[in-house]
């Protein structure tokens, strides 16, 4: 059974409550989502076995083959994509890695490329809660979405 | 040569917009045919991020020799920039007084962005 907990405003008692949930089921795992600031880690203290770095899409220009033409930049719903001085400009932290610009480019200029955004984390509980399981999502500071990491964590899992 | 304004409202009598990528209106004046033209930014002033690099992609693509706004954040003036557009300051002005003291060397040009993004 997967629970969810979740709150508009923090400092409700999400952690509390999840924490409590693992203390009265051995066999629980605990999913961390805050990935900007997980803190489920201080309460269970695990130790960690395995950590996973997490890559998103990025485009990746190349410049000899753009032209200018700026028909990636418009079909960029995320205004991630200018042109300058006749070459695609991208900026990729606004980009939500949609593939829209490698689609359209008319000259194969863009190419798929990764970039790290964080990790995912998973341990296990020792002394406190002994036994549960922690999969915790950690994001690379001055990274800007946070969604395709809360995917991962949950994934991985999953 | 067309120099682009940003201003509150569409016409050249109206205040400049010291915001570039939320700008309410672009003003446009080309000087061979001494025209004054106005472009409407709503889409801008709507955009959740990126509204500073759609706009200098909107001069850019009309044709815009120099910018006069209030203030360009770091991402619009790398756009700017790398499209050679020259980017002057100027608040306080109707559009078609910036446009003035403009030619009469007043304003004063940014080299670099001169306030933060928004968000991050």
Redesign the interface.
Known sequence: MIISIASGKGGTGKTTVALLMALSNPNAAVLDCDVEEPNCHLFLLPTWEEEQPIEIMIPQLNKEKCTGCGRCSEVCLFNAIAVGSNKALLFDELCHSCGGCLLVCPNEAWTESRKEIGKVRQGRAIDVVPGARLISGMLNIGVPNAAPLIKANIYLEL | MKVIITSYGADCSDKVDPRFGRAAYFMVYDDQENTWESVCNQQNLE?A???G??A??NV?KLEGDILITGNVGP?AF??L????IKVLSASEFAVREAYEAFKEGKLVELTNANVEGH??
Request: charged residues 30%; hydrophobic residues 45%.
């Open positions: 955009a991020k990126g509204a690099i759609q200098a992609e850019r991402k790398k756009v920039n790398a499209n050679g968000w991050f």
